[in-house]
C-alpha cells in the first residue's frame, strides 16, 4: 500500500508531498530493480523495515551500493536505479526546492546528484526517529509523527532568499532564465551562484527538468496521446528535441518508457534475463555493504 499527501500548512514551503508504504499486502514488483526517473527536487527516504535501500550504478550493475536505512536524494537531472528485490516498508518527503538549507543544514548543490546517508547531515539521532516511526501501526499515523518530527527543526533554520522565490513561483510560467534573472535585480552570475545552492540544480536545468516533468504528467493522465502532442503540450519544439532529452532524463527512448507500462510514471521496472548460478540481487548487495 502507497500513501501519498500534502504536508500539514506549515511545512509546505519547505515540503512537498509526504509518503509512506506498507509492504503487508502489496503485489510482488515486476522487476528486481527499478529506474526513478529526476524531478528536479531532493527527497527524504527512511526504511523501517527491510533491507537497507542499495543503488546501481547502471540498470545491469551486478552490484549495489547500500548506504543504509535513511538517505538524502539530492536534486538531479538523470535517472538512478535501485533495488526493489525485497518487500520493505519505507517513509519519506519530496521537498520543495530552497528547503535543503532549513531542513538539513547544508546547501543543495553539495548533495546534487547523489544519495547521502542522512546519518551524516542529522547524526545518531536517525536511529531514534526510525525506532519512534516504527510505533504507530497506521500510515496515517506515521505521516503526522514524520511532519511532527520536520517541523521541529523549522524553528532553527532560515528561509529561501527572496530572489530565488520569485524565481521559482516564475519558472512555474516560464522558462525564460535570462528575463526571470533581470526581474531580481541581481546580476546574472550572482543570481546562477544562489540559486545553485539553494534548490541544487541551475535555473536553466531546472526548468528542463520540469518541463519533463510536465511531460510524464501529460502521459500519466492520457497513455493514449501521440507523443508528438504531448511534446508540443509540454514544451519541447519538435520529436527530436523531445527524443534528446527524454534519453538525458530518463536514460530511455520514449518508446521504451511507454514500453514498460510504468505504474508509477518515475518508477520504471528494469526487466533484466535471469541467469543460472547468479545470487539475488539483494545477496548481492548485502555482500557489497
Known amino acids: 500500500m502507497l500513501l501519498v499527501r500534502t504536508p500539514r500548512p506549515s511545512l509546505r514551503p519547505f515540503v512537498r508531498t509526504v509518503w509512506a508504504t506498507d509492504a503487508a499486502g502489496t503485489t510482488p514488483p515486476a522487476a528486481d530493480r527499478e529506474t526513478v526517473l529526476p524531478t528536479g527536487t531532493m527527497h527524504l527516504a527512511i526504511r523501517l523495515s527491510g533491507p537497507p535501500f542499495a543503488f546501481f550504478d547502471q540498470p545491469g550493475a551486478r552490484i549495489g551500493r547500500a548506504l543504509g536505512y535513511a538517505v538524502v536524494g539530492g536534486a538531479r537531472a538523470g535517472p538512478y536505479w535501485r533495488d526493489v ?113 539553494a534548490v541544487g540544480l541551475t535555473p536553466k536545468l531546472y526548468c528542463r527538468v520540469q518541463r519533463f516533468q510536465r511531460l510524464l504528467a501529460r502521459i500519466a493522465a492520457d497513455p493514449d496521446v501521440p507523443w508528438a502532442e504531448s511534446a508540443l503540450d509540454a514544451g519541447y519544439c519538435d520529436q527530436q528535441h523531445l527524443n534528446r532529452e527524454f534519453r538525458m532524463f530518463a536514460g530511455l527512448t520514449p518508446g521504451e518508457y511507454r514500453a514498460s507500462s510504468p505504474t508509477r510514471p518515475h518508477h520504471v521496472p528494469v526487466r533484466r534475463p535471469r541467469r543460472q548460478g547468479v545470487n539475488s540481487v539483494q545477496d548481492r548487495v548485502r555482500r557489497s555493504w
Open 85 to 197: 528485490s525485497g518487500p520493505s516498508s519505507s517513509l519519506g518527503a519530496q521537498l520543495q526546492p530552497g528547503a535543503c538549507r532549513p531542513l538539513l543544514a547544508v546547501l543543495a548543490d553539495e548533495l546534487a546528484g547523489r544519495h547521502t546517508p542522512l546519518e551524516s547531515l542529522w547524526g545518531r539521532t536517525v536511529d531514534e526517529m526510525r525506532d519512534r516511526l516504527r510505533e504507530p501501526e497506521s500510515l496515517q499515523a506515521k505521516l503526522d509523527l514524520f511532519e511532527s518530527i520536520l517541523a521541529d527543526r523549522l524553528p532553527r533554520v532560515h528561509g529561501l532568499h527572496p530572489a530565488v522565490a520569485q524565481a521559482l513561483e516564475s519558472f512555474t510560467r516560464t522558462d525564460a532564465v535570462r528575463e526571470v534573472v533581470r526581474l531580481t535585480g541581481y546580476s546574472h552570475r550572482g543570481f546562477i551562484r544562489r540559486f545553485h545552492e
